[in-house]
């Protein structure tokens, strides 16, 4: 098999995007390194942002009465809100009601959006997920206090009566509802694409792009196709937790970088992909393991591991399911014969520590294999 050159390691892979936003940036950072690009957008370049008379009265709504809590859900969403603000000469206003209440963010581009107003939030989960902010606060009592929701390009509607179930007066701003792409056209081709595994991997940036291909998917009645591929040829990379969780509902297995970002996620597939291509990609126990050079994926996300239980790891993947001997992995490790068959154990240990402890069985006086 020809190996693609260190600085084109995509080359030969054709890869979906159905980003709307940033497309350009994605698009230049995959054909940089060798792939082919096939561009779909799942949703409206420019969301529908809602009219400035609506948005305007929300504010004014917002300004009202005093804010105990707020909620900043996306960058974007807090970007345009502020901008708005400004232009109807309410943004010191809005700043001044938003800084005076206990604020928590979804995650750093609402963090960012904030802190170029001057404002700082109290916390912010490290998922990134609203349903973590929800669950931070799920303990509290809320009884009487005033919470300001700044709704994201899908409803909260669900968020916001949890919310009042506890007691709060919960107040939804929203700046932008997030829409279907103006041509159908693309996403369908899309569809076929991935239906007919002639694409090798598809790029999500957004849990409603997710939702607007399965949606066509479902128009052309080639929904279950489109989830048989993904679930074995086609790659499902996603830029983070709440874009993979949009696939839950299908069963779709999905690969992400542990940091959210675009540039991570492009890193991730530089491994990933040729990997699976040539084969180190490794079912275990209901897991799939992908190792490429000193690089070890679980279930599409990077596992780190020193040299010796890495070393112990690549010679278990040799043979996946066969057992091999404890002197055989002493060997392996970078001490060689001579160290001793605790040093084995010791490796072992962090294997499991690192991967599961599911998936390295010990045979007994025989030594371990990878499960089956």
Avoid at 27 to 52: I, K, T
Avoid at 53 to 61: G, I, K, P
Avoid at 85 to 96: H, K, N, P, T, Y
Avoid at 183 to 209: C, E, G, H, N, Q
Wanted: aromatic share 4%; hydrophobic share 50%.
């Amino acid at each position: 098999m020809t190996t693609a050159p260190a600085d084109r390691p995509l080359d030969g892979f054709l890869i979906g995007v159905t980003a709307a936003r940033k497309v350009e940036e994605q698009v230049a950072l995959l054909e940089r390194r060798g792939a082919r690009v096939e561009w779909a957008p799942a949703l409206s370049q420019d969301p529908n942002h809602v009219d400035d008379e609506q948005l305007r009265a929300a504010t004014e709504d917002v300004l009202a009465r005093p804010v105990d809590m707020f909620l900043a859900t996306t960058g974007v969403g807090m970007k345009a809100w502020f901008g708005a603000a400004e232009r109807w000469g309410m943004l010191d206003d809005l700043v001044a009601a938003i800084g005076g209440a206990e604020i928590l963010a979804r995650g750093p581009k609402s963090v960012g959006a904030l802190r170029r107003q001057g404002l700082r939030e109290l916390w912010a989960p490290e998922s990134e997920c609203f349903e973590d902010v929800l669950a931070h606060l799920r303990g509290r009592d809320l009884s009487g206090l005033r919470i300001v929701v700044q709704e994201h390009g899908q409803s909260l509607s669900m968020a916001s009566h949890a919310l009042r179930r506890q007691g709060a007066d919960v107040t939804v701003v929203t700046v932008y509802r997030v829409a279907s792409a103006e041509d159908p056209a693309p996403m369908f081709r899309m569809v076929d694409l991935i239906a007919d595994r002639k694409l090798d991997a598809v790029t999500f940036t957004s849990a409603p792009a997710v939702a607007a291909l399965m949606d066509a998917a479902g128009v052309m009645g080639r929904r279950d196709a489109v989830a048989a591929a993904f679930q074995a040829d086609v790659v499902a990379t996603c830029v983070g937790p709440v874009t993979a969780a949009a696939f839950e509902l299908w069963g779709v297995p999905t690969i992400q970088p542990s940091r959210s970002r675009l540039a991570a996620m492009i890193k991730l597939m530089e491994t990933e992909l040729p990997a699976r291509r040539s084969g180190t990609a490794i079912p275990v126990a209901g897991h799939l393991l992908v190792l490429h050079g000193d690089t070890v994926l679980l279930d599409g996300v990077e596992v780190r591991m020193s040299a010796g239980p890495l070393a112990v790891l690549q010679r278990l993947a040799v043979n996946p399911g066969h057992v091999v001997s404890r002197q055989e992995l002493l060997c392996a490790l970078p001490g060689g014969a001579s160290g001793s068959e605790h040093a084995v154990e010791m490796a072992v240990a962090r294997v499991r520590a690192a991967i599961g402890t599911r998936l390295v069985q010990t045979v007994v006086k025989r030594g371990y294999r990878l499960a089956p």
